[in-house]
């Protein structure tokens, strides 16, 4: 049995109202909820088809390249985070062959910790971002495609790119709403070490619930220019775009 | 100093202080993936007699990090108050286990005469029923527009958070919260974004709540420190100011603070003067690995590096500390196991060292954890005295991607321990018709004014 202000969920995708047995929540809600856990847990062991992906860029002609991390396996992936963090020695190979100075962004695509997100909202998400950097008249280095990394990979693949600013797009983790969230994060003068107060986030864009791609870029867009304005990223970076500049 | 110990011909060699506290610490992913763990279950348990038998006035003698590189290291040196050590100034870690043990005085007095490591080491070789029935007798009671802290009360963080920070729908979950009963701690939004305009949105939703139904709560927005002062500057309604610390000055650093800024931030919220009752104007969270995380652990155990982070909190004498136990994730926390003990020793350490202890009981989806093991640590804690949790609709943070505790949790919790709300929150409960007088929710909810009075954004109906 729901609550009488059941109809407020219309405002929001929280479990609210759930009604209640004693002080328990019900059959229902309670069945609701595993159901909802065994998806997310399911989720979270998700392999990302990169080749699929990268088909995907090939068609659109946007220039990429496949890197990885030391691993391979998801469950490795989740025990060892300072390896998400790294290039195996080819990817290190291969970028410094590339490195050219004079991009001046480095965008970094991983799945993260939900492919479903990145397969979901990765192409349409990133066509927003290229296009806002396209206005912004902001060269863009081959897009690289590094399955199973973690946000700060993004710095050692924009120092090697001798960018000014490294964005990596990656899926986050999956909730039990929600397991196809991206993020976002930007980083001015990316090179190893940088911590995370470095770093500005973007995160659930999930369209139609979370934050629609159009807002996502053009929010991106707005701390590109003013990380490159003021020469600085993260909490020293305040975000005080007005709202009414938001689509 | 080294450590050493020979057993059935082997000798095991610990180099210091911090390996030696290492090695001794309950099996955790974080210190395994630190490379600081004990190689084998033997190395622990040897650790930790080792440990058992090192004079607490060792730590005082043997910092973990020097401080001349580290203020946090400064700060515990500063905060040490020799009076109140002098009662364990002889004692073992053994020994002061014991005492812990079977003295049966409220223990809140002695706290600046402990330091985090010396607590932190007795935590490792207590059991959980050690660290819980410890924790019981140190309560530490502080102040806003509530009373949070008083024996036989449970408090709740209202956490109704929104991916978008939708104003309705927070203002939705918020109302669900209070027809719940919770909502005494805090009525505490994690923002979806950190943009000023959005948080100030979400400052004037709240306070306008708290004002118009005179709820006798505080509200939060938790953005960062800095992001709190500018916005204080321009006016906005901060009750509390939010802040993520963590156990060494590099980790600060990685989090964007340090001791001076907090100080400053804690000056400005209490010149504010908003708090009627009392003036503990900070909100802290913790949580293991978190230095870790940020490369800034100094060779320091997890667990260590937690508690050190309580000295960070002590010094500007918050409302509410939590660790947000499991939300790190199994690399740092591995399991329901892990992350229960985890959850022990904090609320354990937190309120030997004097903190206003809460506990966000907590997983993810990528943890080995389900339901049933924060069941487990929120019974666990509700006996150990907890100060407060978290009550998200459902368990289901939807903007967080995570599960805390429900609503439902802190009712069950409640009813299977006679614990009650605050008492100020308790007597509006019952005023509204949310509770019937009798720390139960009231039959007729369907009736109750709030539920047609409820005012959500700039004074409209929701």
């Known amino acids: 049995m729901n609550d009488p202000w059941h109809s407020l969920r219309r405002f929001t995708q929280a479990r609210i109202a759930l009604g209640r047995a004693g002080n328990g929540i019900t059959t229902a809600a309670y069945l609701d909820f595993q159901l909802a856990h065994a998806s997310a847990r399911d989720a979270v062991l998700k392999t990302w088809d990169v080749d699929g992906f990268a088909a995907q860029l090939q068609q659109q002609s946007l220039a990429h390249i496949r890197l990885n991390t030391p691993i391979s396996d998801r469950t490795r992936y989740l025990q060892r985070p300072d390896l998400g963090r790294r290039l195996d020695a080819d990817g290190l190979k291969r970028l410094m062959e590339l490195a050219e100075p004079g991009f001046d962004v480095a965008i970094i695509i991983s799945n993260g910790l939900s492919s479903t997100a990145v397969e979901t909202h990765g192409i349409p998400m990133l066509q927003h971002i290229v296009a806002r950097y396209a206005e912004m008249a902001l060269s863009i280095a081959p897009i690289c495609l590094v399955p199973n990394a973690r946000v700060a990979i993004s710095d050692c693949i924009g120092a090697l790119l001798q960018a000014s600013l490294a964005v990596i797009m990656v899926g986050e983790r999956p909730g039990l709403s929600a397991a196809d969230s991206l993020g976002l994060y930007l980083t001015y003068a990316p090179r190893e070490g940088n911590t995370d107060a470095e770093r500005n986030c973007l995160s659930n864009i999930r369209p139609p619930e979370g934050l629609s791609y159009q807002a996502a870029a053009q929010k991106l867009a707005y701390l590109s220019r003013e990380a490159l304005r003021s020469g600085v990223s993260g909490v020293h970076l305040k975000d005080d775009m007005p709202k009414q500049l938001l689509g | ?462």
């Open chain 2, 1 to 462: 100093m080294n450590y050493s110990v020979s057993v059935q011909g082997k000798c095991f060699n610990f180099q210091n202080l911090r390996t030696l506290l290492a090695k001794a610490s309950p099996r955790r992913a974080a210190d395994e993936l630190a490379g600081l763990a004990a190689e084998s279950e033997v190395e622990r348990a040897l650790a930790q007699r080792l440990l058992a038998e090192l004079p607490l006035s060792r730590f005082i003698e043997e910092p973990l990090i020097a401080p001349e590189i580290d203020e946090v290291s400064r700060l515990i040196l500063q905060q040490h108050d020799a009076e109140a050590f002098a009662t364990f100034a002889g004692m073992s870690v053994g020994e002061f286990r014991e005492w812990l043990l079977a003295d049966s005085s409220d223990l809140s007095s002695l706290s600046f005469g402990l330091t985090p490591e010396m607590v932190a080491a007795v935590s490792k070789i207590m059991r959980n029923q050690d660290l819980i029935a410890v924790a019981r007798r140190c309560r530490v009671v502080t102040r806003f527009r509530d009373t949070i802290g008083l024996p036989g009360r449970l408090s709740t963080r209202l956490q109704p958070n929104h991916p978008t920070d939708n104003p309705r729908g927070v203002a939705a979950s918020i109302l669900d919260g209070l027809l719940y009963g919770s909502g005494d701690a805090v009525i505490g939004i994690n923002p979806a974004t950190d943009n000023l305009d959005n948080v100030c949105t979400l400052l004037n939703l709240l306070d306008e709540i708290i004002q118009y139904h005179q709820i006798p709560t505080q509200s939060c927005v938790l953005a960062h420190v800095t992001t709190s002062m500018q916005l204080m500057q321009r006016g906005a309604p901060v009750d509390l100011v939010f802040q993520s610390i963590a156990g060494t000055e590099a980790a600060n650093r990685s989090f964007g603070v340090d001791l001076a800024m907090l100080g400053e931030a804690k000056a400005m919220a209490e010149s504010l003067g908003r708090g009627g009752l009392g003036s503990n104007v900070m909100y802290f969270e913790t949580g293991q690995g978190s230095a870790l995380s940020a490369d800034a652990h100094h060779g320091i155990d997890a667990q260590t590096c937690e508690a050190r982070a309580y000295a960070v909190a002590r010094e500007f004498s918050p409302l509410l500390v939590n660790t947000v136990v499991g939300f790190i994730g199994p690399e740092y926390l591995y399991d329901g196991k892990q992350i229960i003990r985890a959850g022990l020793e904090d609320h354990f350490c937190g309120k030997l060292l004097g903190l206003p202890m809460g506990c966000d009981v907590c997983y993810t989806n990528h943890a080995e954890a389900d339901q049933n093991d924060m069941d487990n640590l929120l019974t666990l804690l509700g006996v150990a005295g907890c100060a407060y949790i978290m009550g998200v609709p459902g368990a289901d943070d939807v903007m967080l991607a995570y599960q805390s505790t429900s609503f439902h949790d802190a009712l069950y919790l409640r009813h299977a321990l006679g614990l009650r709300p605050a008492p100020e929150f308790e007597a509006w409960l019952d005023a509204m018709g949310i509770f019937n007088g009798c720390n139960s929710l009231a039959d007729a909810r369907a009736t109750i004014p709030l539920l047609s009075e409820f005012r959500g954004i700039s004074g409209e109906p929701l």
